[in-house]
């Protein structure tokens, strides 16, 4: 016991990650209620699919895109010291910059998935076919190297820019593909309070359901810990993603549903494939304000 206060009182313990401290939350803590294995082929999410995972009312899970980066370890703290569990969409070029992030995300007990290679700015929907395909196997691969191991299995689109033919392809492949129920719209500047009473405001209307987080926006890591508040406070459950041998039991989008992720792509100009010689945008789709945002 001297040993874990003196590794507290040098600050090293926080270093060591899940395992050192596992078993101190108590009842107070988040923690993750239930666990769904998914396999695919299957797409989930209501902004982009007309289905989504079979969560019950109050049931919410947490996803982070765009990392690693020098935000990530306080968003793993955050959920460690709350015995919370996510799921990381990472960029593969990030996962190679920084393997240490991955790793402990892995040691953690989250669920990484991949997120293409690079993030292009113009989504993979306008790529070429091949070269789409590229950068999801390069992400992948990248992943899977920085988690020394097949650890990868879930994809996101950057964006939300998938095609018809590399949406075929990850099933042929069975691959799940992810998009959100529920934005935080943190690629828009905010403070974390302004970004948690968003969020929240969102999570009371729908109930809950997968959401979108960045733990590449400081804003965010910041809010990490009283969005987890919150979410306890307000008697929300936390389910955790883990990649799975089938699909998982769906739940279908209400009658008259339509892609939000489409709506906001059609009016980036972001519909077929890039015209040759048209210009590249060159921040990417996250960067960009959401179309008609609510701010409440
Ligand atoms: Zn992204």
Redesign the pocket.
């Known amino acids: 016991m001297w040993v874990k206060k003196a590794l507290i009182a040098l600050g090293l313990l926080s270093a060591l990650g899940g395992a050192a401290r596992a078993g101190a939350c108590g009842p107070q803590a988040l923690g993750v209620s239930r666990t769904i294995a998914v396999g695919g082929p299957v797409h989930v999410g209501l902004k982009t699919y007309p289905q989504t995972l079979e969560l019950k009312d109050h049931e919410v899970v947490l996803t982070f895109?765009?990392g690693p980066a020098a935000t990530t370890a306080r968003v793993l703290d955050a959920l460690e010291a709350q015995c919370a569990k996510a799921t990381f969409f990472l960029i593969g070029r990030n996962a190679a910059a920084m393997p240490a992030v991955v790793r402990r995300e892995i040691a953690d007990g989250d669920t990484v998935g991949s997120?293409s290679y690079s993030?292009p700015g113009d989504t993979l929907r306008r790529l070429p076919f091949a070269a789409g395909l590229a950068e999801i196997d390069k992400g992948a691969a990248a992943v899977d190297k920085a988690a020394g191991g097949k650890e990868s299995k879930l994809f996101r689109f950057?964006?939300f820019g998938d095609s018809s033919a590399l949406l075929a392809t990850l099933d042929q492949k069975k691959v799940p593909v992810f998009g959100a129920d529920v934005w935080a719209s943190d690629w828009n500047a905010m403070t974390p309070q302004e970004e948690l009473d968003l969020l929240m405001g969102r999570l009371r209307r729908s109930g809950g359901g997968i959401i979108l987080l960045h733990d590449t926006k400081k804003q965010t890591a910041d809010m990490i810990p009283a969005l987890l508040a919150a979410l306890k406070a307000e008697g929300f459950q936390l389910v955790h993603v883990v990649p799975g041998d089938a699909p998982p039991a769906l739940k279908q989008a209400p009658a008259g549903w339509t892609s939000e992720t489409d709506a906001t792509l059609r009016k980036m100009g972001i519909e077929g494939p890039r015209k040759a010689g048209a210009p590249r945008m060159d921040v990417?789709l996250?960067e960009q304000r959401e179309p008609n945002a609510d701010k409440k």
């Open positions: 895109d765009d997120h993030h950057p964006g990417p996250q």
